[in-house]
């Protein structure tokens, strides 16, 4: 299936339909503005019910069926209220702030193929790009947290840091893994190249290691429990967003959700084959029958699982302390990362992986 | 610092205890008969309080609307804050004392349990009634027995019905102001 892009189409439109092109910018633009803010709704919603329902609770039950406009009903109530910015804060810096937490995630979503036809932008350096990108994000909570002028904020803000920092050599590590078995860092490709099966079994042990490290390394990356150190309510109060109300922490609340969506989408992406239908070797039907599943639909399916899961993760253990969230990272993650990127080369040199290409 | 290498078995019980953690919360959520959240105003005809939530003092009477109370005044000693008073009364027909009026001031009770743990003959019991709000502070003075008179278990040996009639003075819950 050939990846065409919203980014190569507008390219072609360009020298000869400039208004094509243009109107394909502004869809695009009005398009993943409110797929992304559907999707925070739909996101928070889904976590609120799940959080409640693994603690015997019932969640949001009261605004619409089964409290589905209460997502909608907190985003009115956090746009209408007042934005405090604090008095000998940083003003400029602490305005900016969300906005460049928000922009990180944002950016970072632009390259995920969710179907052959739906990928705004298809880098050759996919990868490389997003790894660069999500660092943008640690930017946004460092100012917010330096700009508060809180002790607590910056407390996290250096928490957060330190950990998406550490975290993201371990994550990169588990990425390498697979860009070596693809042999390519655009994301298109990642996905063409698991056609005859995902990386997350095909490249036998190294794939299922790489995703469990990978997995860990995300969760870290994206602030959520067991690694919310940078928000620990219990000991921060709420961590760099402190100082932050009204539509200003609306803007973190939103990039803290679709960074999930996107660390979720991108390991489906890389391990379990992102739009690839699921197939089974040489059954003839049985392919074709999943054939018959859209992508979009696969692509979704999939990242839904592993949002579940860090969801499962976040209401089922417990909070690290930061000396063992360094000593996971730094002594566990690190060296076991190393060692499955080594195993992994010499399968791949050694041609030992199931399915050759 | 001592050279320690990584304790394989730590690490696998530490991964097999995360697990046993997730599916216990799976467990939770995919049985919604382990939700314990009550939908309360909406579920008003059936909601169960539990055993031993502690909303209202009442005085247990039996089928026969008579009680145990003997007036013995313990729970009266015991409440920390003067909530309780129990009048005694002289029978009309025994000449022995015998309960007329409980007071229980809801008000100043702070719900401590300490006249339901005393009370000799488990006559006092706290209950779930627990949508007690009125619009004045007089509504809240209670009286917990049904009747002054003589305890069921006298009642029970005078066999004549219009004998046991004079023994017994209907009350309110309320203290009667004339």
């Known amino acids: 299936m050939k990846v065409e892009t919203i980014a190569e189409r507008v390219s072609e439109a360009w020298p000869h339909h400039p208004l094509i092109a243009l109107g394909y910018l502004l869809g695009c633009l009005a398009g993943s503005a409110l797929f992304l803010s559907v999707l925070g709704l739909v996101l928070i919603y889904a976590e609120r019910k799940i959080a409640a329902h693994f603690q015997c609770r019932l969640g949001p039950m009261r605004v619409g069926w089964h409290g589905t406009l209460q997502t909608i009903a907190d985003t009115l109530k956090l746009v209408l209220k007042e934005d405090i910015v604090p008095s000998q804060t940083d003003r400029f810096l602490h305005l900016i702030a969300p906005f460049l937490c928000l922009l990180g995630t944002v950016l970072a979503f632009m390259v995920l193929p969710m179907a052959p036809w739906l990928q705004i932008s298809d880098l050759n350096i996919g990868v490389l790009y997003i790894t660069a990108i999500s660092g943008l994000g640690v930017l946004g909570i460092l100012l917010g947290g330096w700009s508060s002028n809180n002790k607590w904020s910056l407390l996290g803000a250096m928490r957060a840091g330190a950990q998406i920092i550490s975290y993201e050599i371990s994550a990169t590590l588990a990425l390498l893994v697979v860009v070596l078995f693809s042999g390519s860092l655009q994301l298109s490709e990642i996905v063409q190249s698991q056609a005859s099966g995902w990386w997350i079994w095909r490249a036998h042990g190294v794939g299922l290691v790489a995703f469990v490290i990978f997995l860990i390394a995300s969760t870290a990356e994206i602030n959520r429990t067991p690694f919310d150190i940078p928000e620990g309510e219990s000991e921060l109060t709420a961590g760099f967003h402190t100082e932050y109300s009204g539509i200003r922490f609306a803007f973190f609340f939103l990039s803290e959700f679709i960074s999930l969506f996107v660390v979720a989408g991108l390991t489906a992406t890389l391990f379990f084959g992102g739009w690839m239908p699921f197939h089974i070797g040489a059954w003839a039907t049985f392919n074709q029958i999943m054939d018959f599943i859209p992508p979009l639909f696969w692509f979704f399916s999939k990242t839904a699982l592993i949002v579940f899961v860090i969801m499962w993760f976040r209401w089922t253990f417990p909070r690290l302390r930061v000396d063992q969230l360094m000593k996971l990272e730094w002594k566990f993650l690190l060296p076991l990362g190393f060692a499955n990127l080594f195993v992994a080369s010499v399968v791949i040199l050694e041609n030992w992986y199931f399915f050759p290409k | ?178």
């Open chain 2, 1 to 178: 610092m001592s050279l320690r290498i990584v304790s394989f078995k730590k690490v696998f019980q530490g991964i097999y205890s995360l697990l046993k953690g997730m599916n216990v919360t799976l467990h939770y959520l995919l049985h919604p008969s382990t939700v314990v959240t009550q939908q309360y105003p909406e579920n008003r005809e059936t909601l169960q309080m539990n055993e031993r939530y502690r909303a209202q003092l009442i005085i247990q009477h039996d089928e026969n609307d008579l009680h145990k109370c003997t007036a013995c005044q313990l729970c009266q000693n015991a409440c920390p804050n003067a909530s309780i008073h129990v009048i005694p009364r002289k029978g009309p027909v025994t000449g022995k004392p015998e309960l007329d009026y409980f007071i229980w001031r809801m008000d100043t009770c702070t719900f401590c349990n300490a006249c339901v743990m005393v009370c000799p003959f488990s006559v006092l019991k706290m209950n779930g009634t627990f949508e007690t709000a009125v619009f004045d502070r007089d509504l809240l003075t209670y009286n917990l027995t049904h009747y002054a008179g003589p305890t069921s278990t006298v009642l029970a040996k005078v066999s004549d019905p219009e004998e046991r009639k004079k023994m017994i003075e209907p009350r309110n819950i309320y203290l009667d102001k004339k």
